[in-house]
């Protein structure tokens, strides 16, 4: 018999993954002192996905600011653009930037990373217009978003998909990357999810409902080349900017063992790294936003973005840990 907690939590994750984060529901309050440019497209005469909104001062400054770039999840199927966590760091001396991409029922793999790839270029392109550093930009996404957020990591600059939405001459590379629970690694997730006997997987993989296999329009491990494409590990390289990396114990959608095996690789080649493991967590939860996990986020950009000279230490596990009662 599954328990009222385990319950309210699978619930909790399936909204999470195919209605994206609960913010992405609601239009975004803005704190005083920020305003915001909606719908801006990146991709001239594109399709009406390919387009995001901007968050800075009102009152604009003399040094350039760096930059936030939010990629949102919500399964490469849904999902929105709203609710944007990064608004908040333009109080703290930030630019911050949402984006929005094609789903996988409009267009399948490469499509969300080439937009991505894109959003990135066209920012860059339009730096001086709105102040902020083009050489500081930082990606930030959860789930689908955490994946296309360290796809950008790992493959940028390498020319890995063909280029879309122009600004050619600019680069896509970013300079630092927080994944929370982002798929790593198409090639090895149904393996890791039976080899995991603690968490039930909730999807029936290569099914209609499979958000994995929808994404590249094939099922997975019957074809090695487009796994290997579409997963951030496979791009990794000695100099991958860093990465900061969030993933609960007990995640049921996009396998605890996937993070694990990225960082492994991303360690292999000398890459920072840091891990936050969340003992007991799923595919989110409260421990997600504690007070502790905040500060750990905004030091991780504070230090790669700003250049602050401070030490990042990791939440001690114990502070994180959800206990879950177990089933009767």
Request: glycine share 10%; hydrophobic share 40%.
């Amino acid at each position: 018999m599954i328990t009222r907690v385990l319950f309210v939590e699978l619930i909790a994750v399936l909204m999470c993954w195919h209605a994206c984060e609960a913010d992405a529901a609601q239009q975004p309050r803005l704190p005083p002192g920020i305003r915001a440019e909606k719908d801006i497209p990146y991709v001239q005469g594109g399709d009406e996905s390919q387009r995001l909104d901007l968050y800075l001062p009102e009152q604009t400054g003399e040094k350039p600011l760096p930059l936030i770039v939010y990629v949102h999840g919500g399964g490469w199927k849904g999902g929105s653009k709203q609710g944007c966590p990064a608004i908040g760091y333009v109080g703290r001396g930030y630019a911050a930037a949402s984006v929005e991409y094609r789903f996988s029922q409009k267009a399948v793999f490469p499509a969300q990373i080439q937009d991505c790839q894109a959003a990135i270029r066209w920012l860059r392109a339009n730096s001086k217009k709105y102040n902020m550093d083009p050489d500081r930009i930082g990606v930030w996404g959860g789930s689908a978003g955490g994946h296309l957020a360290s796809l950008l990591g790992t493959s940028g600059g390498k020319k890995a998909f063909p280029l879309v939405g122009g600004n050619e001459d600019q680069s896509d590379r970013v300079q630092a990357v927080c994944d929370v629970y982002g798929p790593a690694n198409f090639n090895t997730v149904i393996q890791q999810a039976e080899d995991d006997k603690n968490v039930k997987n909730v999807f029936k993989f290569n099914t209609p409902s499979d958000p994995y296999s929808c994404l590249i329009g094939a099922n997975l491990g019957e074809d090695k080349q487009k796994g290997d494409a579409v997963s951030p590990v496979h791009y990794v390289s000695s100099d991958n900017p860093p990465f900061l990396v969030l993933h609960g114990t007990k995640d049921a959608l996009v396998p605890f063992a996937q993070s694990v095996e990225f960082v492994a690789a991303l360690e292999a080649k000398g890459v920072k790294v840091l891990f936050q493991k969340f003992p007991g967590s799923g595919h989110g939860g409260p421990a997600f936003g504690k007070p502790a996990v905040n500060d750990l986020i905004q030091k991780f950009f504070d230090k790669h973005l700003k250049g602050m000279d401070i030490k990042i230490d990791l939440v001690l596990e114990a502070d994180l840990t959800v206990h879950v009662e177990p089933a009767k």
